[in-house]
C-alpha cells in the first residue's frame, strides 16, 4: 500500500530539519537523487554524454533542486541549458550550475521562443519551475513558455521536479498550460497530488527519494492499494466452505427499460466469486438473469424475504417502483449494501460506514443538491478527494467517486485513490460491472469477518473497513479493464472473463498482474 502526503504536510515535516539548519542538506539529496534518475533515464536512450538536457527553473528551492541536478549532469558530460523563468533564483544552486559550465539563459519576451525552441529539441527536459510552493496554475513567462513548447511538442524525456509545475501537490488541482512528465521524482514523501486527477494524468511515472524526513512525517493524507495487497482483502474460499458461508449476495438491479444493467452486474458479481447471488426485480427482467446466469436464485420477492450477507441496489434501476422500494428496504437494512445509480436518490439523511455509495461526479453534484448544497460538477472533478471525503463526512456512508481516477472516502476521514484504469473502461455499463465486484467482495467479507482478516491493513484503522474493499474493488476493476483493453476497445459484457482472470494472477505470491 502506497501513502501519500500534502505538500503541506512534508513542508512542515522539513520545517525542524530547517531550522536545524539541514535546508542545503536536504537539497543536496534531492538533487542527487533527481540527477541519478535523470542520468538512467538518458541512460536507457543512449548514454549521458554529449546529451541536451534543459533545466526549467523557477524562483524558489524547487528551481534550487533542478539546478544543483543540472550541475551534477554537466558534470557527467552533458550539454545542459538553464532557462530561468523569474527574476528570482536561487543563487547558491545557479552558481554551482555555472561552476560545473552550464550555460544559463535569461527567460524575457525576447527570449521566449528561442527557449521553447531549445526545450522542445532536448534530450531531456527537468521542469524546476515549481514544487510545494506553487499557487494556482503557471503564471507571466512561465506560463507562456509552457504554452509554446506544448504548441511544438518535446522530443525528449520530461522529469518534473518534486511535481509538475502548476500542480497544486496536495489536490491534483491544475490550471493553465502544463508541462506533462514522463516521470517525477517527488521529494521526501509521496504527495497526494500525485495520486489524483490532473495532477496523476501529468506526473507520468512516479519515484519517491528519501531525503530523512522519516519521522517527522504525520498521519498520510491519501492511501493507495497496490496489486500485492490485494490477496489480504480478498475472501478465498476455504475447504469447509458451502455457498452460504461463502456469502450470498441480493442484487436488486434492472428494470423492464434498462434489463442489461443487471446482467452485468450479476455478472461481474459472479466472476469476482460468491457463493450464491440472490436476484430480485420484475419478471422481465428476472428471465433475462435466469437465461443468461442459470446459476442465480431470482425471484420478484422482497428484501426482507431474503437471507443474504449483503445488498446491491440500484444499477438500472431507475424508474421502476418495485426496485426501488427494495432498495430502500437494503439500504435501511443494515447489511452492508453498495447504493448505485438509480438508488442513489433514495438515500435517507445519514447511513452507516457499511453502507457504500458509487457516483460518479454527475450524480454526487445531485446527492450535494438534494441535501441543499449546491456543488458545481466541475468542481469536483477538480478535487475528488475532497468532495468525495466532504460526501462521506456528511451522509456517514463511504463514498466511492468513480472517475479516471477513483476516490474512496470513510465517513472517518481515512481516503483511498486507485488510478488502476484505463480511459477504455468510460463506456456504458462499465459502472455496472464495477458495482457487481464491489457486492461481491463486500458479500464474502461479509461472511467471512468472524473468522479472518479479510478487508484489514496493518496501518489502516478498523472503521476504514469498507472504504479498503471499496478500493479493493475498484483496483480489481481497472486491472481487468486494462486486461481487456489490451485486444482494443472493451465490451463491457466480456468484461468477467477478464475478472476472474486477473483474481487469479493477484493471488499469486507474487501476483503477476503490475499496474501498467
Ligand atoms: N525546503 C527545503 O529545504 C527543501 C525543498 N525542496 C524543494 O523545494 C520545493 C519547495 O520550494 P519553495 O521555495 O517553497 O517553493 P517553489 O520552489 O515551489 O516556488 C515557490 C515560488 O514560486 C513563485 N510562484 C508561486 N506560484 C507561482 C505560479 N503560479 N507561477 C509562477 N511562479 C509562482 C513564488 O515566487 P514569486 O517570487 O513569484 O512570488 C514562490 O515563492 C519543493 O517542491 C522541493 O522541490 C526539496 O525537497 C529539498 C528540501
Ligand atoms: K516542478
Known sequence: MLSAYTGSSVRAAESPLLEAGLGDELMQRAAHGLAQAAAGELSATGGTYGRSVVVLAGSGNNGGDALYAGARLQQRGTGTTAVLTSERVHAPALAAFCAAGGRVVALSDSTLDSAAARVSAADLILDGILGTGGVGGLRGLAAALIERVNARGT???????????????????????????????????????????????????????????GETLPEPDLYSLEPADFR????????????????VLGIAAGSAMYPGAAVLATGAALATGVGMIR?????????????????????????????????????????????????REAISSGLPTIVDAGALPLLPDTVGAHVILTPHAGELAALFERRGDAVDRTAIEADPAGFARRAAQATGATVLLKGYTTVVAASTGETFVQANATPWLATAGSGDTLAGILGALVATHAANATNNDAGSLPGVPPPARWAVLAAAGALLHGLAGRRAAKRGPIVVS????HIGRVIHDLLQDPPSTQPQ
Request: overall charge negative; charged content about 15%.
Open 279 to 327: 436476484f430480485l426485480g420484475p419478471e422481465r427482467v428476472t428471465a433475462l438473469i435466469n437465461t443468461v446466469h442459470p446459476e442465480v436464485v431470482c425471484s420478484q420477492g422482497s428484501v426482507s424475504d431474503s437471507h443474504v450477507q449483503a445488498w446491491l441496489v440500484g444499477p438500472g434501476a431507475t424508474e421502476d417502483p418495485g426496485q426501488r422500494q427494495r432498495a
Open 494 to 497: 466480456g468484461l468477467p472473463r
Open 155 to 213: 522530443v525528449g524525456t520530461v522529469v518534473a521536479c518534486d511535481v509538475p509545475s502548476g500542480v497544486n501537490a496536495d489536490t491534483g488541482e491544475a490550471t493553465g498550460h502544463l508541462l506533462s512528465a514522463d516521470l517525477t521524482i517527488t521529494f521526501g514523501a509521496l504527495k497526494s497530488g500525485l495520486l489524483i486527477g490532473a495532477g496523476a494524468r501529468a506526473a507520468g511515472r512516479v519515484a519517491t527519494i528519501d531525503i530523512g524526513l
Open 232 to 247: 489480504h482483502l480478498y475472501a478465498q474460499p476455504q475447504p469447509a466452505d458451502h455457498k452460504y458461508s461463502r456469502g
